[in-house]
């Protein structure tokens, strides 16, 4: 049966990494990478988000900088705390957590981020960047998987790659890294006819969808690798898009849920910071021993 795909473990090593990175930046810049997170509202999930980003945050020794506002703030309220924080030269990576109240409009919101401070990858320019060839900010989670799958495949080119799901956060970007890899990708989304068909013949099988379990063990072509992004919560407790009992059977290589994708997501957010502090100040960090984390030879 599959290899089992440490993310957990893996987000550990990067995560000690980058604190070796956070310690060399502070040293030459005289300061810590700084990350503003902002929280509007009272959304449950939200809050324990943004209070472990805050901790895996200054365990890195960088400066958590945390904005709560009320739910019933005005989106001007908002855009002006973004605005101080684009102006706040301590500030490398603003980050709002999603989702946001009704009456305010989130795409709004991304917009008004620097692009050079926007750590989550979400602003337009850096998806223009990113299907562009471009440096910039990828978003963390399919940063994360595409560490992972390196983890397995060092050579992506010519792989081919299915990712189900086409959300702005996960499926769209996941999508342009493969290509850029040189992966053959092909997009599975709520509309497509026979997405059984097509993830049969991949390589390589990317999940993010939000349905419990939809990716069965007949669904996956013998000896594949498959990343499971998804998080549901079911009265059987935290499941993935994938039904790993069945999936793992057949799989090359896959990621449980939880300890797969979900670790790596802060840990990309933590590595996204430390390149915006380094360009920012125009000190040199060695960001290619700290993504290789997944070679744990090193370690
Ligand atoms: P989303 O709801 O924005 O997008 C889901 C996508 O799935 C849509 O593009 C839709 O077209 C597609 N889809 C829906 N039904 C389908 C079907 N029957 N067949 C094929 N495709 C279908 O969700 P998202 O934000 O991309 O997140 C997806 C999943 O990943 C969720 O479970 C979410 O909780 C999880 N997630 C995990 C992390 C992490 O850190 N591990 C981060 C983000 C999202």
Known sequence: SATIIDGKAFAARLRARIATGVAEFHAEAGRAPGLAVVLVGEDPASAVYVRSKGKATRDAGMQ?????LPADVPAETLL??????NADPGVDGILVQLPLPKHID??????????????????????????TGLPGFVPCTPLGCLMLLKSIHPKLSGLEAVVIGRSNIVGKPM???????????????????????????????VAAVGIPQMVTGDWIKPGATVIDVGINRTEAGLVGDVDF?????????????????GPMTIAVLLRNTLVSAARREAVAIDIDAVDSAGDAAGD
Do not use: W, Y
């Open 245 to 261: 009992a069945s999936a793992s059977q057949v799989a090359g290589a896959i990621t449980p849920v939880p300890g797969g994708v």
């Open 106 to 131: 989130a795409q709004t919101v991304i917009s008004a981020i620097d692009p050079d401070k926007d750590v989550d990858g979400f602003h337009p320019i850096n998806a223009g960047r990113l299907a």
């Open 64 to 68: 958590s900088i945390e904005h709560r």
């Open 80 to 85: 002006a705390l973004v605005a101080d924080l």
């Open 175 to 205: 999508a342009q890294l493969l290509l850029a890899e040189s992966c053959t990708v092909t997009i599975v989304h709520s509309r497509t006819h026979d997405a059984k068909a097509h993830v049969r013949a991949a390589d390589i099988v």
